[in-house]
Nanobody, 127 residues
Framework: KLHVEESGGGSVQAGGSLTLSCTIS????????LAWFRRAPDKEREGIAT???????TYADSVKGRFTISHDNAKGIVFLQMDSLKPDDTATYYC?????????????????????WGQGTQVTVSS
């Protein structure tokens, strides 16, 4: 059974950096779409970045140029490097996975596309 687990959250001052990791276990060697979402207090969950098995990436406008998604296919880990963090980036961050192609090529795929989710990790950015 597929298991998804995030790590690496924490507190940081504005302008700082954090790297989130997501370990995916039980993953068969097939085509996939991996994503990072976040949910800020009193807001809906937002897709912020995706990467597929070919290494193609998409980003939400809110994080473009500041966040970088990458993956280590051999180890089954997907990363989110977050730089130039702002207080508005404060949220619970979730990793999601789904076999097959990412359905969107210009923006992160919607959350309904993903069947496998982690429990989330908190990121707090102070001003």
């Amino acid at each position: 059974k597929l298991h998804v687990e995030e790590s690496g959250g924490g507190s940081v001052q504005a302008g700082g950096s954090l790297t989130l990791s997501c370990t995916i276990s039980g993953w068969p060697n097939i085509r996939y779409c991996l994503a990072w979402f976040r949910r800020a207090p009193d807001k809906e969950r937002e897709g912020i970045a995706t990467i597929d098995s070919d290494g193609l990436t998409t980003y939400a406008d809110s994080v473009k140029g500041r966040f970088t998604i990458s993956h280590d296919n051999a180890k089954g880990i997907v990363f989110l490097q977050m730089d130039s963090l702002k207080p508005d980036d404060t949220a619970t961050y979730y990793c999601a996975a789904e076999p097959g192609h990412c359905t969107e090529v210009d923006a992160p795929s919607p959350e309904g596309d993903f069947g496998y989710w982690g429990q989330g990790t908190q990121v707090t950015v102070s001003s």
